[in-house]
């Protein structure tokens, strides 16, 4: 097991359940796992749980990996979220799993500080090991940050009306929506001026059948390419598509 793979974790799943219901975001809000969600939005009901394959295509080469988020159980102030990451086919000894005790404060968090409030207690199992409490520098590599998403620029959004999708999980009637968005960064290269372009679509189908955020499948293809100011040619851009499928499902 590589020793980066618990810090993959929560990037992995956040390619798993892409961009949803941007609009519906209140202005000043923090994005939570997937960009446009606000932990407001989530359910975490006990006994909910979802699976996806992912599979990301970058610079012609395909990777294909698990990711999975169940509530597995719940108290009277707390309850308990399991995270998962593995390989593709899935290999006990290349799973991650990441269990952590929340209170309901959650839903209302802020900032990485407020989660950092409302985490009870956090347990690790790399591979085939024991659950086990990690250490204060492995949290502190885990960054909290990265439970939060921010793109600068502005998002369009397309309905496109609704179709039946057909997954390993089932067949679900989805709304199928549009995004897309870009952004420009200007960049000093040792003096040289220089313009980053990002742009991002993405194909969203959502059921209200599925828990957490009713994500069924999602295609997001993203380009960009950084320019040099005083350049009037455009450079060839970097292109990465990322799909995802639900394979299975829970609702409680």
Not at 32 to 57: A, D, K, M, N, R
Not at 132 to 161: K, N, Q
Request: charged share 25%.
């Amino acid at each position: 097991m590589r020793k980066t793979a618990f810090f993959t974790v929560v990037p992995v799943l956040a390619c798993a359940v892409i961009l949803i219901a941007a609009s519906a975001l209140p202005a000043g809000d923090i994005d939570f796992l997937i960009p446009g969600v606000s932990l407001e939005t989530v359910s975490f009901e006990p006994g909910s749980s979802v699976q996806y394959l992912i599979i990301s295509e970058a610079y012609g080469v395909l990777d294909t990996t698990m990711a999975g988020l169940g509530v597995i159980e719940s108290e009277k102030d707390s309850f308990l979220l399991e995270i998962v990451s593995s390989s593709w086919p899935v290999m006990s000894s290349e799973t991650v799993a990441v269990r952590l005790w929340l209170s309901p404060d959650i839903i209302s968090a802020g900032s990485a500080e407020d989660v950092r409030a409302s985490i009870r207690s956090i347990i690790v199992r790399m591979g085939e090991d024991d659950f086990r409490e990690p250490s204060a520098e492995e949290i502190e590599d885990f960054g909290l940050e990265r439970l939060f998403l921010s793109f600068d620029g502005e998002t369009e959004r397309r309905e496109l009306g609704e179709e039946t999708v057909e997954t390993p999980a089932g067949d679900y009637l989805c709304s199928l929506a549009e995004f897309y968005r870009s952004s420009d960064e200007m960049l000093d290269l040792g003096g040289v001026k220089a313009v980053r372009h990002e742009e991002e679509t993405s194909r969203l189908l959502v059921s209200d059948d599925v828990p957490f955020w009713g994500l069924v499948r999602s295609r997001v293809e993203t380009s960009s390419h950084t320019r040099l100011e005083s350049s009037r040619r455009k450079p060839r851009p970097k292109v990465t598509i990322t799909e995802s499928v639900l394979i299975s499902c829970t609702k409680r």
